[in-house]
């Protein structure tokens, strides 16, 4: 994946399901998803993890430092009303967390909807027509909640929802996307998987069997 999530949202690819337009020819992350597919739903993650996971403690400033990030360069910049109304979408987003696939489908159709989103052919130059549904002149936000929502139709066509995974650390209230090739990844992008692979050890020590190895052994790969 692209390193940070400025990079990773700011290079979608073009097609007929890509989420965000763009007439930069798309960047290989080495996902087991399609470009625009993953580099959407790591964005979406990243504003669901700006609350706690019964939306208790939003942290509003911490969607407005990120918000900006989702910016792909081509539209309309960040402003006061798209910050507004990501604030409202934060919960519907983490909510594609915590429910069934039907219930994604059914929030799906329902922000594609409330954001008019429309198919359009668009000539791509080198690229040729593609079928696009994100217009690239829409505001952040809109284009934000259409390409969450293709995305998270992209995996369920694909049979693979159960990649939206929530922190496996019991105090941890983050979300992921799991891109690993064997859908084994286990923890958030924090620390949390070094504090994991710590606490074993430390059982370990507890219960006399652990031996002087590093406890780094124990760190999940991703
Ligand atoms: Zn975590």
Redesign the pocket.
């Given at each position: 994946m692209t390193p940070g999530l400025a990079g990773a949202v700011a290079s979608p690819g073009v097609g007929s399901a890509s989420p965000v337009g763009s007439r930069r020819r798309p960047e290989r992350t080495g996902s087991v998803l399609p470009d625009e597919t993953a580099v959407a739903l790591v964005a979406a993650a990243a504003l669901a993890n700006t609350t706690t996971a019964d939306d208790a403690r939003p942290d509003d400033a911490a969607l407005d430092r990120m918000a900006p990030l989702l910016d792909t360069g081509e539209g309309p910049v960040c402003g006061a009303d798209d910050l507004r109304t990501l604030r409202g979408l934060r919960p519907r987003v983490r909510a594609l967390w915590q429910t069934t696939e039907d219930g994604a489908a059914c929030a799906v159709n329902d922000l594609l909807d409330e954001f008019d989103a429309r198919p359009r052919l668009v000539n791509r130059g080198p690229w040729g027509y593609r079928l696009e549904v994100v217009p690239v002149d829409a505001p952040l936000a809109t284009r934000f909640a259409i390409s969450t929502s293709i995305a998270v139709a992209d995996l369920l066509r694909r049979g693979e929802f159960r990649r939206l995974r929530s922190?496996?650390?019991p105090t941890?209230?983050?979300v992921?996307v799991d891109l690993s090739k064997n859908r084994s990844r286990r923890?958030?992008?924090?620390?949390?998987?070094n504090r994991a692979a710590v606490s074993a050890y430390r059982s370990r020590l507890a219960s006399g069997v652990a031996d002087d190895r590093d406890p780094s052994r124990d760190l999940p790969r991703r």
């Open positions: 922190c496996a650390r941890c209230h983050n992921m923890y958030c992008e924090g620390r949390c998987g």
